[in-house]
């Protein structure tokens, strides 16, 4: 079965770190972009960042609320990626969703996999 | 960044009804727009991709139209499982946006 499944919330000070775990199986995760959306509660969902396939060396982008805080990256012996935070703030506080998206021969493309997601809250 | 605007916010509805949501883009992006469910407490779904094609298993009461800054997405006949959250997505640009979201609730 196709999936992604995420790990590593739970509950930070504001200022502190935390990184979260995307473990994906039934596909090649070097193969595909690999995003990271948030909801906040009770609100929309808003893009994170990605990294691209290996044919795109694995590029990076962000949104700009992160940008310079968080990074994204990958470690394919574990068909994995992973998502940094440094710097957290309470506007921070949400669930955080791994999600798949194109490959670099099928991109840009929509998010066709998610996971279900992993809480992260920032209270002091 | 691309802003994408959603109406209604909110959509009250009965079982069987027709149901139309709209995005709106606030500069071209050709078709390269996604809708997805969301029900609550799980996570999103892809629904339709490029704006008007159907994701696999999705069921074809869905449909979405559209191209440039105006798209919709449709449900032809509302059925219980209908009852979620909608959301449009960008990815024509670097950074990618979505869309406030649609909740479609019973009427």
């Known amino acids: 079965e196709v999936q992604v499944v995420e790990s590593g919330g739970g509950l930070v000070q504001p200022g502190g770190s935390l990184r979260l775990s995307c473990a994906a199986s039934?596909?090649?995760?070097?193969?595909?972009?690999m995003d990271w959306v948030r909801q906040a509660p009770g609100k929309g969902l808003e893009w994170v960042g990605r990294t691209r396939d290996r044919a795109r060396s694995y590029t990076t982008e962000y949104a700009a609320s992160v940008k310079g805080r968080f990074t994204v990256s990958r470690d394919d012996s574990k068909n994995s990626v992973y998502l940094q935070m440094n710097s957290l703030k309470s506007d921070d506080t949400a669930v955080y969703y791994c999600a798949r998206g194109p490959t670099s021969t099928t991109a840009p493309g929509a998010f066709d996999i998610w996971g279900q997601g992993t809480m992260v809250t920032v209270s002091s | 960044d691309i802003q994408m605007t959603q109406s209604p916010s909110t959509l009250s509805a009965s079982v069987g009804d027709r149901v139309t949501i709209t995005c709106r883009a606030s500069q071209s992006i050709s078709s390269w727009l996604a809708w997805y469910q969301q029900a609550p407490g799980t996570a999103p779904k892809l629904l339709i991709y490029k704006a008007s094609n159907l994701e696999s298993g999705v069921p074809s009461r869905f449909s979405g139209s559209g191209s440039g800054t105006e798209f919709t997405l449709t449900i032809s006949s509302l059925q219980p499982d209908d009852f979620a959250t909608y959301y449009c997505q960008q990815y024509n640009s670097y950074s990618l946006t979505f869309g406030g979201g649609t909740k479609v609730e019973l009427k």
């Open positions: 039934g596909f090649i995760v070097s193969d595909y972009y």
